[in-house]
């Protein structure tokens, strides 16, 4: 079993949707990080998040230390919201290694 | 204020060469990490490197070394290449650890042939 699971594997959503990516980790973690890479390769760091929730314009992250789980909500997506998003949990004794999951290949249509 | 640049952007080497990546962080920034990502195996940590020592090093063979300079670049090199090396390589830099964020290049597409 993978120490970053991620669902779905693949979304498709019509442009205005409320979306919601989920991820679950099976490790102690110092935090964790929502990525978003869009074809070409290039990675955005979106969130990190140790506790609580965190809002950036359409996108909340949410993140429940005791059951080990995040989740990712876009708000009225749009098609440029189209990518892959990406959990990855930062462990090991510096806070300096990421362990990702999988990845959610969104498709947002217009 | 300049991102994280890594240098080539493509490469194409042949099997049993080595080859060497380049990572330059965000001033100021002194922890610098590597990884891999490929079709099948996803995103994975290389190694990472702060004030010039490895703290971290992932599940790889020891063709893959790295290291980082007094200015906080950093390279990676992987030796005697195989054709499952080809992958896009990834660094990104941070102020010391992950807890206070990541800023990825935008990588190195290595292919092997």
């Known amino acids: 079993k993978n120490e970053v699971e991620q669902s779905p594997q693949n979304l498709t959503a019509q442009e205005g949707e409320f979306i919601t990516i989920n991820c679950s980790y099976s490790?102690?973690?110092?935090?964790l990080h929502w990525l978003q890479q869009h074809p070409g390769g290039g990675i955005v760091s979106l969130f990190m998040l140790s506790s609580g929730k965190k809002k950036h314009g359409r996108l909340i992250a949410t993140i429940n230390i005791q059951e080990k789980h995040s989740s990712l909500h876009i708000t009225a997506s749009h098609p440029r919201d189209s990518a892959v998003y990406i959990c990855?949990?930062?462990?090991?004794?510096?806070?300096?290694?990421?362990?990702f999951g999988a990845g959610t290949i969104l498709r947002v249509k217009s | 204020k300049a991102g994280v640049t890594q240098t080539p952007r493509y490469l194409i080497k042949t099997r049993g060469q080595q080859v060497t990546l380049s990572c330059s962080p965000i001033s100021g920034h002194r922890s610098v990490s590597w990884y891999q990502q490929t079709p099948g195996q996803g995103l994975q940590f290389l190694f990472e490197?702060?004030?010039?020592?490895?703290?971290n090093k992932g599940n790889f063979p020891g063709r893959f070394s790295g290291r980082q300079f007094s200015n906080s670049r950093s390279e990676m090199n992987v030796s005697t290449l195989e054709l499952g090396d080809s992958a896009l390589y990834l660094c990104a830099s941070s102020f010391l650890t992950g807890n206070y964020g990541y800023t990825f290049g935008s990588g190195t597409r290595l292919t092997v042939v």
């Open positions: 490790v102690g973690i110092s935090a």
């Open positions: 490197y702060f004030s010039e020592t490895q703290r």
């Open positions: 990855a949990v930062l462990v090991g004794e510096y806070g300096n290694k990421l362990v």
